[in-house]
């Protein structure tokens, strides 16, 4: 009755533990992961040009407020002048 204790814990060890064999091991550690796509040759990117952020639409609608507000300053000023000339013109 003991041998078949021990036995019964020896086949429980097995059953709990690892069971792999050495050549089972080597293989684990030279596996690949064919799931993982490798660099491709024809996307001729930087990791610079790859890693660029793209900005958000927040800092597009910011920029294109930048645009438009110094187009119409430029336009403020323009008008300022023609109205500064319109007076010159009528002194004289």
Known sequence: MANA???TCRMKGLAVG????????????????????????????????????????????????ERRNAELEKKIEQMEEEKMNLRLDMDV
């Open 5 to 7: 204790w021990n036995q």
């Open 18 to 65: 690892p069971m792999t064999t050495f050549e089972y091991s080597e293989w684990w550690v030279k596996r690949i992961n064919d799931n993982i796509p490798g660099p491709n040759s024809e996307n001729g990117q930087s990791i610079e040009e790859h890693l660029r952020v793209v900005p958000t639409e927040l800092e597009i609608i910011k920029q294109d407020f």
